[in-house]
């Protein structure tokens, strides 16, 4: 699954006369060229939703939105709830009766379903977004009228699904503070007056951002679990080799997914898999260790690199079909799960401190070796 094709016969499937529909299709991922780095973190964030999504880092035009769309056809098969309210069977069993609306509540007594199955979608957000538009709000309108109170947000919407926020070193402070609450903790709450409103909120964050405009605030970058590196080609033939592809898309887009459709169809069926084995993957002890160690040495402070390095090793074994992680899936995983880590501040701020400190007790020692007078 983590080796990307590079055919060219694609170019004899394709014939002029189906332009300007590449806007609402997406190019296929398995049709990307090069950017291993971006494609591995891309994948394993959708194997694993503990590893907490991918942060993308890169120049403009390097293909990072063209990337995250291309994962629209290989996301999984989700339950949604059938009801306004969000309620689900899920709610129903791990919270009671209280925990779902009245009529979700009559519809379990008849054994009516409360969910349906759908394929997770990817929800882009709109550049310029304002808190309202995000965490949604109560309807205040319908509220009088005694209806629907609740109006979901863009986070409601991305329930289930994978949320892609470009320049996310860009957002506002207090919108940026409530996707990374939300995707944290799975749900948030809107309150206004008397009225609040739950709404569940699971999802795959990814963000990319151009790292000449700006740097993320570090509390932020710190959540995202995977940063991926995206250089742009490095040689003359895999440039060549993007150009023709993308030339071979624009002109007839439907023609270019065909002829990727099988193999685009078995990563699905791959990631699946993937996902399904995922409980079972254990770390082999010396991939503990080993982890743990180099965490320590490279300072690491942050406490959700050692999840993320974890979590992608064992995200990275499911997907080559074993029920253990390997040192040597360490390795394949590490520079994404670990880079930008370690806080340069922090170190000199704690040298500092450390220095003070001694300081400090030596004045007080040699205070007391002083004979009292
Ligand atoms: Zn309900």
Redesign the pocket.
């Known amino acids: 699954m983590l080796e990307v094709a590079s055919s060219k016969r694609f170019l004899a499937v394709v014939e002029p006369g189906d332009r300007g529909l590449a806007e609402s299709l997406p190019f296929p991922f398995i049709a990307m060229v090069g950017e291993w780095e971006m494609k591995l973190s891309l994948l394993l964030a959708i194997i694993n939703p503990a590893i907490g999504g991918v942060l993308l880092l890169g120049p403009r035009g390097t293909g990072k939105t063209t990337a995250v769309r291309s994962l629209s056809p290989l996301l999984p098969d989700v339950e949604r709830?059938l009801?306004?309210?969000?309620?689900t069977t899920e709610d129903f069993e791990s919270g009671g009766v209280d925990s779902?609306?009245p009529?979700?509540a009559k519809k379990l007594g008849l054994g009516e379903p409360?969910t349906f199955t759908d394929r997770a979608r990817l929800i882009e957000l709109p550049l310029h977004s304002e808190l309202p538009d995000v965490i949604g709000g109560i309807d205040e309108r319908a509220a009088a009228h005694q209806r629907m109170l609740v109006k979901p947000g863009i986070l409601s919407h991305a329930d289930r699904n994978l949320l892609y926020v470009d320049e996310v070193n860009l957002l506002v402070r207090d919108v940026a503070d409530a996707i990374l609450d939300a995707a944290a903790q799975g749900v948030y709450t809107v309150r206004r007056g008397p009225i609040s409103a739950t709404y569940r909120s699971r999802f795959i964050l990814v963000g990319s951002m151009n790292p000449e405009e700006g740097m993320l605030r570090p509390q932020i970058a710190d959540r995202f679990g995977l940063r991926a590196l995206v250089r742009g080609l490095n040689n003359s033939s895999e440039r060549w080799e993007a150009y023709q592809r993308s030339h071979a898309f624009e002109l007839n887009p439907r023609g270019f997914i065909e002829y990727y459709r099988e193999t685009t169809e078995s990563i699905r069926e791959q990631i699946l898999a993937a996902r399904k084995r995922l409980p079972g993957v254990q770390l082999a002890p010396e991939t503990t260790r080993l982890g743990l160690e180099a965490i320590q040495k490279l300072g690491v402070t942050s406490l959700r690199g050692t999840s993320v390095l974890f979590e992608s090793a064992r995200a990275y074994a499911a997907a080559d079909g074993r029920d253990q992680a390997d040192p040597s899936d360490l390795d394949a995983i590490a520079v994404p799960a670990l880079r930008m880590r370690r806080s340069v501040f922090m170190d000199r701020y704690a040298s500092d401190q450390d220095q003070e400190a001694k300081a400090i007790l030596e004045t007080f020692m040699q205070a007391g070796e002083k004979p009292a007078d």
Not at 83 to 87: F, H, I, L, P, S
């Open positions: 709830s009801c306004a309210y969000g309620c779902i609306c009529d979700c409360l």
